[in-house]
C-alpha cells in the first residue's frame, strides 16, 4: 500500500466506486463516492472517500454538493489534502455542472418563454453571492441577438442601469428584449425597488420604440417573471 496516499482502491472491494460504477452505473454512487472518483487520492491519513466526505461537509452555510458552487480555489486549497491540482480540478467540474445545464436547455430557449430564458439562465445565477444583471437582445421575430452581463452589484443591491441597458439594445439593434437578475437570498419574490424599476425599463422602451417583454427575477431553482405576475 502506498503510506502517502491512499486512495479509492483501498477500500474494500464491494465498497470501491470505480467498481460500484463499472457494474451498477454511477447513478448507484453517493455524493461521496462520486466525487472520490475525480479526486482520485486522499493523503496518509485519510483514503479518497473520507477527503470527499470533508470537502462536502466544509461548508457550514451550504452542506453538501450544493457547497462546491460557493467555495474558492483558496478555500478548497484550505482543506487538507486538496493542493492547488485538485483544487482547480473541482473548481472545473462544477463550471462544467453548469455548461452542461445550459446545453440541456439552449434549444428550449429558442421559444422564449419565462421558463425556457430562466431554465437557461438559473445554473449561471442561483449560486452568485451577489446581484447581477443579464440582459437579453431579440429581433422582431424574437430571434436572440446577444446575453450580456450588464451589471453586478453587492449583496443585497443590483445596479439595474436603465441608461447602459437601452445603448447595449440600440447599439445591437434589439427589437425587445428581456432583464434577468437574481436574489442571492435564493427568494425571487419582486420587492417594491424591483417593481419601480421595471416601470422605468417600460416606459424608457416605449419612448424609443424597444420592448421590454419580460423582467425575471432568479432565485435558487425558482424564478419569478414579472409579466406573468401581471406586475406590468
Known amino acids: ?4 496516499h491512499l486512495t479509492v482502491k483501498d477500500l474494500p472491494a464491494s465498497e470501491r466506486p470505480y467498481e460500484k460504477c463499472e457494474k451498477y452505473g454511477a447513478g448507484v454512487l453517493s455524493d461521496a463516492e462520486l466525487l472520490a472518483v475525480i479526486i482520485r487520492t486522499g493523503t496518509k491519513e485519510k483514503r479518497a472517500i473520507d477527503l470527499a466526505v470533508n470537502i462536502l461537509n466544509y ?3 451550504y452542506p453538501g454538493l450544493k457547497g462546491l458552487n460557493y467555495l474558492t480555489l483558496k478555500e478548497l486549497m484550505n482543506i487538507k489534502g486538496i493542493g492547488r491540482v485538485k483544487a482547480i480540478e473541482l473548481l472545473c467540474l462544477t463550471e462544467l455542472t453548469k455548461r452542461m445545464a445550459k446545453e440541456m436547455h439552449k434549444e428550449s430557449l429558442k421559444l422564449i418563454t419565462p421558463q425556457s430564458v430562466a431554465d437557461y439562465f438559473m445554473q449561471d ?5 451577489h446581484e447581477q444583471v443579464i440582459l437579453l437582445m431579440l429581433d422582431s421575430k424574437n ?4 446575453d450580456m452581463i450588464v451589471s453586478t452589484g453587492t449583496v443585497n443591491t443590483s445596479l439595474m442601469p436603465v441608461r447602459e441597458i437601452f445603448v447595449q439594445a440600440l447599439k445591437y439593434e434589439a427589437v ?8 442571492p437570498s435564493g427568494d425571487p419574490s419582486p420587492s417594491s425597488e424591483d417593481i419601480r424599476v421595471t416601470k422605468r425599463l417600460l416606459d424608457a422602451g416605449n419612448l424609443i420604440g424597444i420592448t421590454l417583454m419580460d423582467h425575471i427575477i432568479i432565485g435558487d431553482n425558482r424564478y419569478i417573471s414579472l409579466k406573468e405576475k401581471g406586475l406590468f
Open 1 to 4: 500500500m502506498n503510506q502517502n
Open 59 to 61: 461548508s457550514t452555510a
Open 125 to 129: 445565477m442561483r449560486h452568485l453571492t
Open 143 to 146: 430571434r436572440i441577438i446577444k
Open 176 to 183: 425587445n428584449i428581456i432583464v434577468l437578475h437574481n436574489h
